[in-house]
């Protein structure tokens, strides 16, 4: 039963990021992107999961990041609402501020822009039980928070797609 929650839980959030980044993202690109100088090809998940410390990793959960990005490349208001553990919070900021250099606005329009990114911490799918459906719940409400947090205008918001999502699909779900 936990898996399946997990699985529904997980099709959503992929169906939701397709839907989203896939309109948004192309759209944005001519105002907002990533642009990693050590690899030009790089996305923001591959710049993350290169410099993450996986050895934080204690348990599975799925957490939705969010920062803010100014024109001038800086990045404050850090924040998430998922149960993450000290250690692995301060890593995750840590990775995110190495991220300042790379990000680029093209348009003089935007002060700022938003990133939600949705952190895969070890794997959901070793869930068992009611754990599973608090999965489930937690994400929503973390869904639900930063809509309040961040407001109904999605034109300052980039979502950047979780690094395992393709894996944990592959290997569990399809």
């Not at 090809?41 to 959960?61: A, H, W, Y």
Request: charged share 20%.
């Amino acid at each position: 039963m936990a898996l399946h929650v997990i699985k529904r839980t997980l099709i959503g959030i992929v169906f939701l990021m397709s839907s989203f980044s896939g309109i948004c993202q192309s759209l944005e690109k001519e105002n907002f992107q990533f642009v990693d100088p050590t690899a030009p090809k790089n996305s923001f998940v591959n710049f993350f999961s290169k410099r993450f410390n996986v050895n934080l990793i204690l348990k599975p959960s799925i957490t939705l990041i969010i920062f803010k990005v100014h024109k001038d490349g800086h990045i404050d208001n850090i924040k998430n609402w998922g149960n993450l553990e000290n250690n692995v919070e301060q890593e995750i900021s840590r990775v995110i501020m190495k991220s300042e250099p790379c990000w680029r606005f093209n348009s003089s329009k935007a002060e700022y822009k938003w990133v939600i990114f949705p952190f895969f911490n070890g794997n959901p799918f070793e869930i068992k039980g009611g754990s599973g459906r608090n999965l489930h719940s937690g994400l929503y409400e973390q869904f639900c928070l930063v809509s309040q947090y961040l407001g109904p205008d999605f034109s300052a918001i980039y979502l950047s797609p979780p690094k395992t999502v393709s894996s944990l699909f592959l290997d569990h779900v399809l």
